[in-house]
């Protein structure tokens, strides 16, 4: 079983609750072929990964909304990096590269799902360099 820190859960729970915060109901392609406003601020890339990330990030930093304010200035910096880099990762843009990537580390690794041995692959991955610095 994976077992990830308490700031991996916070993040990966508000990232997923937030991913499609303020969403207007239309696509990247549409943003940047119609040069929308969005499109413009995001230089036409993860149009609307980048608004939600930001609108929600700024609605969760209101005081009102702050679950972070007790946390070290360094663990608010990785929640942040780690809740944009999870939100930007939903952009189906990078969908291939993203699963080549796992494919690849669980080939290298030898994982299979009869063996059950997933915390292999999030146990090297807590190791790395910080996986979703934006």
Known sequence: MAELAYLDLVS??????????????????????????????????????NWHASKAMKMLLKPENNFS??????????????????????????????????EFKIQSKEITREQNNGQLFVAEAANEKEKFES
């Open 12 to 49: 990966a729970v508000t990232a997923a609750a937030c991913h499609d915060y303020d969403h207007d109901g239309f696509n990247n392609g549409y943003h940047v072929n119609f040069m929308t406003n969005r499109a413009l601020r995001y230089h036409d890339k993860a149009v609307q990964e």
């Open 69 to 102: 304010e007790a946390f070290s200035a360094e663990a608010k910096l990785v929640m942040r990096r780690r809740f944009i880099g999870m939100i930007l990762a939903t952009d189906m843009a990078d969908h291939m590269s993203h699963s080549n990537m796992i």
